[in-house]
């Protein structure tokens, strides 16, 4: 690999002493773009930089201390999946024999697709910036310093160290990769630090693209682990009250060196193309199914929940591409997760994210399973962890039916139709020996013990057979829709009559026998009383004492942690009205000002009112924890039963995490524990403001799109711009005063049909003005149906 360009630049600006103060740098660059400044208490915690090959995390102070826990102390620092290649870099300003060390930064700015820490220096009048940037579909990123200097003329040394850790990601030895020790050589040619893994062809390669005015110095310094360390030290002159801007690169490969250089190369020639390619990119994600609301927390946060989103796309070539649960322990992909979050990635826009993501599973559950069960969770190296527990494989179901809703397409239907009806013949066959319809084992709650029939497993069982009847029905399958039809009507019944406990207004954890639900409240009885809930210790001790009481063979619903997979039947709307108004007053004691418990017998008396960081155990745990997704599933569950104000109020509560550590983003455990972004969260606000407050529900096979608004009542003005359905576009304008509502539909594609409807109290005393050509009403609704690219309803007193 040759940089004849490259040393030449070089060699001519040490001999001209050219300046790059003229250059565009990422600080102009961004200028005009969103971004979030962070708190200064939480200076000390995480932060990613994201690209779907390379990301990087550290501390927002611009330090890079050990975290994470999947691989104890290593899940920080820059890596390149499935292999690790920095744990970070250090950066000094020496000046004579004083050193600034970039690791105390006092601000952290977070933009969609790049951030910066920000340091002063004042006794040396230097403001400096630390930018870093991971171009698209390349592996590496750049580091970028702007350097103010508002003194005199000085020359300084900029001294880089790149700790490089060579290692494989979690599970590596399963797919036989061993970590040795990293080798590094200094190309003096090039000046670059070339780094391998002396048991593998991993390579880290970085250097910096400086207007040298002297040979760098270099250092390698000894490690007492299979790391490695090295320097790079220039001295550079900083005119009175200019800028100056430096980059260093790092590239880097788990095939090859030629690979590495050739991407070191790629990244140090079109730094300024890919940034501005890539906030471009940014733009039109923000373009789409583009939020306005009254509330402008919630608006910012569905939008950069939508960068969120992007930042958690991983490919892997010689795998795939998918989108990944969490950062910075969970970088890989997941069944379950993926079947949340995929639903909210289309409904705004991020298709081709959700077609690789069910391509990559389907794939390999098919490799693993052959059985159509879906898989839990799998590394970035290929190793499946877990084939699956039992929720995953009806949810795939129903994310295939949801996703059809949005593109139309029946390929898309018979390409995964085999998966889903071998997947549905397994959860009935092999899960459920007493034959009541109801599969065993574990679903959402990875609670020992809880492997029965779980509430969770019985209700996405139901809305599979729901959908997959649908499928049937769109592939001609009359025979299966017929059977999966009777089946879900079946099932809905059931789940209302045998989980439903009318004694804690409460759909029951799971079913069970007495001597499973004694082993588990024993369980929950330490679990409470060594976090000091005493209501939960008592009510536990009670329910005990009637099982002892009233001893019996048979299997039963038991309500013992309230679990929040308990508001399920309210999340696919098959609850029976009256016993959904019931739990859903139930739902509201287990929640505190961020959202649900995860475990409802977590909760005590400080929750309704406490505000502050979350107080997890040293080891990592879930225990005691409120979570993004049981927010989100009751969030769904009030709009289905018409409580959009309700809903509001949840969603609130989630949006009170966004940005609370990590600025731009919202935390897995609220408001500031776990991962720092996570991908089902866009199911909490995509699903509801799109599909229940606007009312969007597309059939795009049918070239049809219906729109039964809900909104909230105190959202008067809304409106939800380019939402992609298929081949059209769809805008929604909600305008409503004391004297009457103005609503608005527009499209792109007139060969399509809108059908808008709304309730018929909303049209009391009112007229009614509409351009649509058919208006029909039934016992609930006016319903006003059209083709026009501008669908216009104004009622007026």
């Not at 990123?141 to 290692?167: A, C």
């Not at 993501?357 to 898989?375: E, H, P």
């Not at 499973?516 to 060594?530: E, G, K, N, S």
Request: aromatic share 12%.
């Amino acid at each position: 690999m040759k940089y004849t360009h490259l040393i030449s630049l070089l060699v001519l600006c040490a001999f001209f002493n050219c300046s790059k103060e003229n250059e565009q740098n990422f600080k102009q660059l961004s200028e005009n773009s969103p971004n979030i400044a962070g708190k200064t208490a939480y200076l000390n915690s995480s932060y990613v930089t994201a690209g779907n090959r390379v990301y990087m995390v550290g501390h927002q102070d611009g330090s890079f201390p050990d975290l994470g826990w999947h691989i104890k102390g290593e899940m920080g620092g820059i890596w390149n999946h499935p292999i690790k290649l920095m744990d970070g870099f250090d950066i000094e300003i020496i000046d004579n024999l004083d050193t600034l060390k970039l690791n105390k930064a006092k601000q952290f700015v977070n933009y969609p697709f790049t951030n910066k820490h920000t340091f002063s220096w004042d006794e040396k009048d230097l403001e400096i910036e630390r930018w870093q940037f991971v171009p698209d579909d390349k592996q590496g990123i750049v580091i970028q310093l702007v350097i103010k200097n508002n003194g005199g003329k000085k020359n300084i040394n900029l001294k880089f160290t790149g700790h490089t850790d060579l290692r494989p990601t979690w599970l590596g030895e399963r797919t036989n990769m061993f970590d040795g020790k990293d080798e590094a050589t200094y190309d003096d040619k090039n000046q670059i630090w070339k780094v391998k893994d002396s048991l593998n062809p991993w390579y880290t390669v970085f250097g910096s693209q400086l207007d040298f005015e002297s040979t760098p110095k270099t250092e390698n310094y000894a490690t007492q682990n299979n790391t490695s360390a090295n320097s790079l030290e220039s001295t550079i002159v900083l005119s009175s009250g200019k800028t100056h801007v430096i980059n260093y690169v790092i590239a880097g490969s788990y095939t090859s060196e030629s690979d590495a250089l050739n991407t070191y190369q790629s990244i140090s020639d079109h730094i300024i193309s890919d940034f501005t390619s890539k906030r471009e990119r940014y733009k039109k994600l923000a373009e789409k199914s583009k939020l306005t609301i009254p509330d402008k927390n919630i608006e910012q946060a569905f939008e950069w929940l939508k960068y969120n989103s992007d930042w958690l796309i991983r490919t892997v070539p010689e795998i795939g591409t998918g989108i990944t649960a969490g950062i910075p322990d969970y970088p890989w992909w997941f069944g379950v997760d993926s079947e949340y979050a995929l639903k909210g990635y289309m409904a705004i826009g991020q298709k081709e994210a959700v077609y690789s993501t069910i391509k990559l599973l389907d794939s390999v559950s098919n490799a693993v399973n052959g059985n159509g069960k879906i898989i839990h969770e799998m590394s970035s190296n290929g190793a499946v962890f877990n084939p699956g527990n039992i929720n995953e494989t009806p949810q795939f179901a129903s994310l295939i039916w949801e996703v059809y809703k949005w593109n139309g397409e029946k390929s898309f239907l018979e390409t995964y139709y085999p998966t889903i009806v071998k997947g549905l013949d397994w959860l009935m066959q092999a899960n459920d020996d007493n034959k009541n319809l109801f599969p065993d084992g574990f679903g959402m709650m990875e609670i020992h013990g809880m492997d029965s029939e779980m509430i969770d497993v019985a209700v996405y069982t139901q809305r599979a057979f729901v959908d997959a009847s649908k499928i049937a029905t769109e592939l001609n399958d009359a025979a299966n829709a017929s059977k999966f039809e009777e089946l879900a009507y079946t099932l809905k019944a059931k789940i209302n009559n045998e989980f439903w406990s009318a004694e804690f207004n409460s759909y029951a954890d799971f079913i069970g026998t007495d001597e499973q639900a004694l082993h588990l409240i024993d369980d929950a009885i330490v679990r409470a009383d060594t976090l000091n809930k005493p209501w939960a210790v008592e009510e536990l001790k009670a329910t005990k004492s009637k099982i002892l009481a009233n001893p019996s063979a048979e299997l039963k619903p038991f309500v013992l942690h309230h679990n929040w997979v308990v508001n399920t039947p309210m999340e696919m709307g098959i609850a029976d009205t009256d016993k959904a108004k019931k739990a859903l007053k139930t739902a509201e004691n287990f929640v505190n000002p961020f959202g649900v418990f995860v475990t409802g017998i977590d909760r005590d008396e400080t929750a309704g009112t406490d505000e502050g960081s979350f107080k997890g155990s040293k080891q990592f745990s879930y225990t005691g924890a409120v979570m993004t997704l049981p927010t989100s599933v009751l969030i769904i569950a009030e709009n289905n039963y018409e409580n959009p104000d309700k809903a509001l109020d949840y969603l609130k509560r989630m949006t009170k995490s966004f940005s609370y550590a990590f600025p731009g983003s919202m935390y897995e455990v609220s408001p500031d524990y776990g991962m720092i972004t996570q991908a089902w969260n866009i199911y909490g606000y995509a699903v509801p403001i799109i599909q229940q407050f606007f009312g969007i529900n597309p059939m795009a096979s049918q070239q049809k799109v219906i729109i039964e608004p809900q909104m909230p009542t105190s959202w008067n003005d809304a409106s939800i711009e380019n939402v992609e359905v298929a081949d059209n576009n769809l805008s929604v304008f909600y305008h409503k005063t004391e004297y009457g509502l103005d609503f608005n539909v527009q499209q792109t594609n007139t060969n399509w049909t809108l059908e808008i409807k709304l309730p018929i109290s909303v049209f009391k005393n009112h007229n009614v003005n509409s351009d649509a050509i058919d208006v029909t009403e039934t016992k609930t609704h006016f319903v006003f149906t059209g083709k026009e690219q501008e669908l216009k309803i104004t009622l007026t007193k």
